[in-house]
Nanobody
Framework: QVQLVQSGGGAVQPGGSLRLSCATS????????ISWSRQAPGKQREWVGQ???????TYQASVKGRFAISRDDAKNTVYLQMNDLQPEDTAVYYC?????????WGQGAQVTVSS
């Protein structure tokens, strides 16, 4: 099994920055990909980006160039650095991973961008 514990989030003004953390425990050596997704009120959940065990990252087009996913293997933690945040980035953000035949989720972190 794997456990994901998120931290970070909060409220910022447009143009601001936030960093989310996703600390993993359990069978971390078996994790191949950690993904970030978000869900805004009244909208479907959408994929934001992901990082592989080798450090390869991919992003949704709307966040590319503003968001960056990184990992610190010594801390078993993945980060989502969010810059130039806009009101449309307001959502609950989740880190997610998969192991064997099931998925594992962090508890979610609220990000609110407003003036």
């Amino acid at each position: 099994q794997v456990q994901l514990v998120q931290s970070g989030g909060g409220a910022v003004q447009p143009g601001g920055s936030l960093r989310l953390s996703c600390a993993t425990s359990g069978r971390t050596a078996d994790i191949n990909v950690i993904s970030w997704s978000r869900q805004a009120p009244g909208k479907q959940r959408e994929w934001v980006g992901q990082i592989t065990s080798g450090g390869y990252t991919t992003y949704q087009a709307s966040v590319k160039g503003r968001f960056a996913i990184s990992r610190d293997d010594a801390k078993n933690t993945v980060y989502l650095q969010m810059n130039d945040l806009q009101p449309e980035d307001t959502a609950v953000y989740y880190c997610i991973t998969w192991l064997l035949d099931r998925d594992y989720w962090g508890q979610g972190a609220q990000v609110t961008v407003s003036s």
